[in-house]
């Protein structure tokens, strides 16, 4: 993800499916045990990468939990920024 401005500066299209991967996990690690977050308890984290993307230009976003991430991309937009993707109604999202 630290090099997706240079992926962006290719002019093409770009799809992020940052979903559960492993960085997350390890950010989200237990401080005591070190071990990584489960997968299934990183969707809040996803939906962080996944308004950082849109907010850089992704055309596309690939999510486990559309609602979540629609919910915090409408939010950043609310806020000032303009995600790309905040402008797609629903059920070009999955719905």
């Not at 984290?45 to 486990?64: D, N």
């Not at 629609?70 to 993707?85: C, F, I, Q, S």
């Amino acid at each position: 993800m630290g090099g997706l401005g240079e992926v962006f500066a290719l002019g093409r299209p770009v799809l992020v499916g940052a979903s559960r991967k492993s960085s997350p996990g390890q950010a989200l690690a237990d401080p005591a045990t070190g071990r990584p977050r489960p997968a299934r308890s990183r969707d809040a984290a996803m939906a962080a990468v996944s308004v950082l993307a849109a907010a850089q230009g992704a055309w596309c976003l690939r999510v486990h939990d559309v609602v979540c991430t629609l919910d915090a991309v409408r939010v950043t937009t609310h806020w000032g920024a303009e995600p790309a993707v905040a402008r797609l109604p629903l059920q070009r999202l999955g719905r």
